[in-house]
């Protein structure tokens, strides 16, 4: 059963930055699409970024040139840094893999961005 984990969320003010976290129990990121999404209270969840197999990125328009997604070589963790926060990112990000045909979850973690 693989577990994902999510960290580094917080409150921030505009401006600022944060790095999250997606800690997988295996080595799981790399051999399919990996996602992060951000959930508003009310609204369904929203693709933020993804990162294929092949090393590429996909970022929603809003986030361009200010979010990253990575993952580091052994494939066990997922990052998103996330430059010059607007109080829009806020949100609770999730992260979400497809591992064996079975799609996996976060349990979510917390944006706040406000002066």
């Known amino acids: 059963q693989v577990q994902l984990v999510e960290s580094g969320g917080g409150l921030v003010q505009p401006g600022e930055s944060l790095r999250l976290s997606c800690a997988a129990s295996?080595?799981?990121?790399?051999?399919?699409?990996a996602t992060w999404y951000r959930q508003v209270a009310g609204e369904e969840r929203k693709l933020v970024a993804v990162?294929?197999?092949?090393?590429?990125?996909h970022y929603v328009e809003s986030v361009k040139g200010r979010f990253t997604v990575s993952r580091d070589p052994t494939k066990k963790t997922l990052y998103l840094q996330m430059n010059n926060l607007e109080p829009e990112d806020a949100g609770v990000y999730f992260c979400?893999?497809?591992?064996?045909?079975?799609?996996?979850w976060g349990q979510g973690i917390r944006v706040t961005v406000s002066s």
């Open positions: 979400h893999v497809m591992y064996k045909n079975t799609a996996y």
């Open positions: 295996g080595s799981i990121f790399g051999d399919d699409a």
């Open positions: 990162m294929t197999p092949q090393d590429t990125t």
